[in-house]
């Protein structure tokens, strides 16, 4: 029978890893937390290349056959009629919180023009 010498016992250990072979995950997290629409905006804003992302967004919507792009979009909807029963139903939803927001707003208003109205005290009247 082999007998363990510290050679072996140095072998079967996991190896440990130094700091700088780790992935570095926190970076990654933190690099995908501050890519966002408002920072790249920001980004392209404070480089000066508005110009050049404008005129790329301008020539692509000109090239874009609209014909062809609406008939695509009625070929899915023909295909899958539930994307109209849940573009629908989203319409209900947003129109009725509309409605609810803007009688919540319209409460709220006339109460503050009720607490706004202060009337003063009357003196009596005197009598001649």
């Known amino acids: 029978m082999p007998t363990s010498t510290s050679a072996n016992l140095e072998n079967e250990r996991p190896t440990r890893r130094r700091a700088a072979d780790r992935e570095p995950s926190s970076l990654k997290k933190t690099a995908a937390k501050a890519v966002t629409p408002e920072t790249l905006i920001d980004l392209v804003q404070r480089l000066g290349v508005v110009d050049i992302v404008i005129d790329r967004l301008r020539a692509r919507l000109e090239s874009t056959d609209v014909d062809n792009l609406l008939d695509e979009i009625g070929d899915y909807?023909?295909?899958?009629?539930e994307v109209i029963v849940v573009g629908m139903a989203t319409l209900t939803v947003a129109a009725g919180a509309v409605v609810f927001l803007s009688r919540?707003?319209?409460?709220?208003?006339?109460?503050?023009?009720?607490?706004?109205?202060v009337v003063p005290p009357q003196r009596p009247r005197k009598r001649a």
């Open 77 to 81: 909807i023909r295909r899958h009629p």
């Open 104 to 117: 919540y707003n319209d409460e709220d208003e006339e109460e503050e023009v009720v607490e706004e109205i």
